[in-house]
């Protein structure tokens, strides 16, 4: 079992950062890819970034890259979202996940997901 928690959202105004933290504890945090997918009001889930297992090799949607920068931190078991240059299409409910061997991109792929943490940009 793997069990994350998120935290590190916030209302901010367009333009500004946010760093999202996903702690995970129970098995080893390298054996699986880690997500962040996110969902806003009356929208599918969708998405963000992943940054995969062994390898290390990191991917975005296009809505964020530029702008989004995923990271990990093996030793503190903890999957950082540093998110810049906030625009209003950014607010959502961010996920963190753990898993993703079926691909990096698709939430179904993922097995362990966190509870989430809100995220508002203001215009």
């Known amino acids: 079992q793997v069990q994350l928690v998120e935290s590190g959202g916030g209302l901010v105004q367009a333009g500004g950062s946010l760093r999202l933290s996903c702690a995970v504890s129970?098995?080893?945090?390298?054996?699986?890819?880690m997500g962040w997918f996110r969902q806003a009001p009356g929208k599918e889930r969708e998405f963000v970034s992943a940054?995969?297992?062994?390898?290390?090799?990191?991917s975005y949607s296009d809505s964020v890259k530029g702008r989004f920068t995923i990271s990990k931190d093996i030793a503190k078991r903890t999957v950082y979202l540093q998110m810049n240059s906030l625009e209003p299409e950014d607010t959502a409910v961010y996920y963190c996940?753990?898993?993703?061997?079926?691909?990096?991109?698709?939430?179904?792929?993922?097995?362990?997901w966190g509870q989430g943490t809100q995220v508002n940009v203001s215009s």
């Open positions: 996940a753990a898993g993703g061997a079926g691909g990096a991109e698709v939430g179904g792929t993922y097995d362990y």
């Open positions: 940054i995969r297992r062994g390898t290390g090799s990191t």
């Open positions: 129970g098995r080893p945090f390298s054996s699986y890819t």
